[in-house]
């Protein structure tokens, strides 16, 4: 059987930039094919790259979200394809405008069912939601790696706060750990 932490896929990079300048949403509608923008339902105008696939999310005050991404790479990627879009309707951009991690969403599979109610009380009710006619899964806020761990009785668990990509795997290694001294791997 292998390791856990080498079940480890991510789901989504969320990270966010910035071009320093406002931009014009409804013009820039216009010029970019592709390109959403419905006011009335979101304040921001969303453009979709295919390859890597991922979403910008473009705000009136030059800000940029992108979220969708499967790595870091592929948000960096995304967003020079937009960065290049921008150029080319003479939006000027910075070389290399500084790109911030926000979120990082990853799943894994611990490869053994879990009893949720032992590790609600087992990892400490201080740290622990768990209310499984509200959510199936519970839900455990790690500190080191900051992070927040669903965890499903299925063994599967999501792993979402991380900063940078080896947070999942710290988490996933820690969190094994943790319910391994409890006794509750079975």
Do not use: W
């Not at 292998?2 to 896929?9: G, M, Q, V």
């Amino acid at each position: 059987m292998s390791a856990p932490a080498d079940s480890i896929e991510i789901q989504n990079v969320v990270a966010s930039t910035g071009i320093g300048q406002e931009l014009d949403l409804e013009a820039l509608a216009d010029d970019l094919p592709g390109a959403d923008f419905n006011p009335d339902n979101f304040p921001g105008l969303v453009y979709r790259t295919q390859d890597p696939k991922a979403a910008a999310l473009i705000f009136r005050s030059g800000k940029i979200v992108c979220t969708g991404a499967k790595s870091i790479d592929d948000v960096h990627e995304a967003l020079g394809i937009i960065f290049d879009k921008l150029r080319g309707l003479s939006i000027p951009v910075d070389e290399d405008p500084e790109i911030t991690v926000q979120n990082i969403v990853s799943s894994a599979d611990l490869g053994h069912n879990l009893n949720l109610n032992a590790l609600a009380i087992g990892l400490g009710l201080e740290d622990v939601e768990y209310e499984p006619e509200q959510f199936p899964g519970l839900v455990y806020r790690m500190d080191e790696p900051e992070v927040v761990i669903l965890l499903f009785g299925s063994g599967k668990i999501v792993i979402t706060g991380g900063k940078q990509t080896n947070d999942a795997e710290t988490a996933v290694e820690e969190i094994v750990k943790r319910i391994d001294n409890l006794g509750l791997l079975d």
